[in-house]
């Protein structure tokens, strides 16, 4: 017994940490702390949100973007908004998942499937949990019959389309600056839409972002893991 033991200690020091210590530092102990700073970030503002500290300031912010209204400007910003919807974030996995099983890669597909599912799940739960009203100060363009807190195209949004990102600066890191500004970029502005329709209150759009990098994170995270597991049973096979 005492010998297997050190037989896979001995492994472990000569094949796996190596290769699994600088992901370890790079993306678990960045992963952590960022994760950290957002759940404390969230738990703040639903704090500040239910005693009512941000109302002020949120219709304040509300009122002086809805002096930016045009009938161009609807018609755009619904569009963009449409690109945050569940049917439609759900649509977009589907497609990225079929690619990728199609190219073999079937720990990001796995991921995806639980980033996407996940993420909605997660965001219904807090909704449920806060169940804050959606603000009233002008007739919307759009419908929204859910709860207000913490936005779910916001959370989704960062969830799907930044994991998607990460996929695409994996594969073609030549590319990563321009990826990453678009992919911000994109989700920026699918949560800039939800305040000029009138449907959210600034800080739900805020702590949708928090809680989604968490998901998004611990996403990212598992995908590495998953990724490294795959690559050693192919290798482990090739070789027997």
């Known amino acids: 017994m005492f010998n297997y033991t050190n037989k896979l200690i001995q492994s472990w020091k000569e094949e796996v940490s190596p290769r699994l210590s600088p992901l370890l ?40 973007i809805y002096e930016l209204h045009t009938p161009l400007l609807n018609q755009i910003m619904t569009g963009i908004t449409f690109l945050g919807n569940g049917s439609t974030l759900i649509f977009i996995s589907c497609i ?15 991921t995806l499937v639980i980033v996407t599912s996940g993420g909605i799940g997660l965001n ?37 389309y930044g994991f998607i990102g990460y996929l695409l600066i994996a594969n073609f890191r030549s590319w990563s600056s321009g990826i990453l500004f678009f992919t911000t970029l994109l989700i920026l502005a699918i949560g800039f839409s ?28 598992s995908t590495e893991i998953l990724q490294f597991l795959f690559a050693r049973k192919n ?3 090739v070789s027997d």
């Not at 009233?136 to 799907?160: I, K, Q, T």
């Open 25 to 64: 530092s790079l993306i678990w102990v960045g992963g952590f702390l960022i994760s950290a700073f957002s759940v404390w970030g969230f738990f703040q503002i639903a704090e500040r949100v239910f005693s009512e500290q941000t109302t002020e300031l949120d219709t304040a912010i509300l009122q002086r």
């Open 235 to 237: 290798q482990e096979a």
């Open 194 to 221: 939800r305040l000029y329709l009138g449907v959210h209150w600034p800080t739900d759009i805020i702590a949708g972002y928090a809680a989604g990098l968490v998901w998004l994170i611990s996403c990212i995270v």
């Open 96 to 110: 990225v998942m079929i690619f990728l099983l199609l190219s073999r890669k079937f720990a990001s597909a796995f």
């Open 124 to 160: 219904v739960w807090l909704k449920n949990i806060f169940s804050r009203v959606r603000p009233a100060l002008w007739e919307r363009v759009v419908d929204a019959a859910s709860y207000s807190f913490p936005s779910g195209h916001a959370m989704v949004s960062l969830v799907v």
